[in-house]
């Protein structure tokens, strides 16, 4: 008995080895999102092509669809871009959210590169950003027929992230509308 | 030598914390005013105590990055739209998960990180008070048994008193 009291703390560091194990393949930048699950902040914001059109969460028009944060400035968002490019052309909805950026330069962008977006959102103040929790672009957003955001991913979205955490989810959203 | 070190030690920390403290106060109170002064310790309060999402290690206070910026701008502007630090903190905690506060709520993923050292200090006291317990019970059993038999008593007794031997 009293010897067996003796392994308590090998025990107990052995424990605390597998769980600090466990936690070094996390990335600390994956940080929770407390928005998965609710519905997509409301906003009334200009299109980034039209400014004298007001766009809103009405223009999501009940489609599953991606909204992609994205900005000149941000440097990762040209590695994802022809990924984007190539999801739109697969028919999957993609809008754009142009996150504190200007006006020109953000439409250049597009016309040199392609323009994924059905339309794009222009926040060049982020006041979308905050509601959103966006902390860094690229950010792409999974939002169902109803609104609600079903899955966040902070960073880039190429073939294999797509792969990995977007297709499936979206295949059975789109369904699932479809069978309504 | 010690007494030439010492005063320059003692300028050194000097000037260190007036580098470090003037340098947070530009950081923060250059740019921001408030219509009412009494919001301003409130508002270096909710800085100190808000999380960085970009930057992880460093509170609203410390970092210059873009969206500290703007959430200082936006801890600013709920500040003066009359909300108080708990409604403030829940509006940043529905945008950016709990993860901007820097001293987490008591829910079910962090009641053992609140508990742990209250834990750990009854489990050490309690560890504490039984050894020495045990020790003290050792020491009274200790004077109770003969450490010596009569038989051995007597040896030494003999060779205590014998007249000294092979001294010589």
């Keep these: ?180 | 030598m010690q007494s030439s070190v010492r005063p320059s030690l003692g300028l050194l920390k000097q000037v260190g914390l007036f580098l470090l403290l003037s340098s947070t106060a530009m950081a923060v109170e250059d740019v921001v005013s408030f219509s009412d002064e009494s919001l301003r310790p409130r508002y270096q309060q909710l800085l100190q105590e808000l999380r960085c999402p970009k930057c992880q290690n460093q509170n609203l206070a410390d970092s210059n990055s873009a969206i500290s910026q703007d959430l200082r701008a936006e801890v600013q502007r709920l500040l003066e739209q009359d909300l108080s630090d708990t409604e403030i903190k829940d509006y940043l905690k529905n945008r950016y998960s709990e993860f901007i506060l820097y001293r987490p709520e008591v829910n079910r993923a962090t009641w053992f990180l609140w508990a742990a050292p209250v834990v750990l200090v009854v489990l050490g006291g309690l560890i504490v008070l039984r050894l020495s317990r045990a020790k003290k019970l050792g020491d009274s059993q200790e004077a109770d048994i003969p450490v010596r038999s009569a038989d051995q008593q007597q040896r030494l007794d003999k060779l205590l008193n014998s007249p000294k031997q092979g001294t010589d």
């Design chain 1, 1 to 180: 008995m009293n010897r067996l009291t003796l392994f308590i703390p090998f025990a107990l560091c052995l424990a605390l080895g597998t769980f600090l194990f466990f936690s070094l393949g996390k990335d600390p930048l994956d940080l929770p999102s407390a928005l998965v699950g609710e519905p997509f902040p409301d906003f009334a914001l200009e299109e980034l092509h039209q400014p004298e059109r007001q766009v809103s969460i009405d223009d999501f028009d009940s489609q599953v669809l991606l909204v992609n944060v994205w900005a000149t400035w941000c440097f990762a968002c040209r590695i994802e871009h022809p990924w984007l490019n190539s999801l739109a052309k697969d028919g999957v909805v993609i809008v754009g959210l142009n996150y504190k950026d200007h006006r020109k330069l953000a439409q250049d962008w597009l016309q040199e590169r392609g323009d994924p977006y059905q339309f794009s959102i222009f926040d060049p103040r982020g006041v979308l950003g905050i509601d959103l929790g966006v902390y860094g672009a690229p950010e792409t957003y999974l939002v169902d027929a109803e609104g609600i955001v079903r899955h966040r991913r902070v960073g880039v979205v190429d073939e294999r992230v797509w792969n990995e955490e977007f297709r499936d989810l979206y295949q059975q959203l789109v369904d699932e509308a479809n069978a309504e």
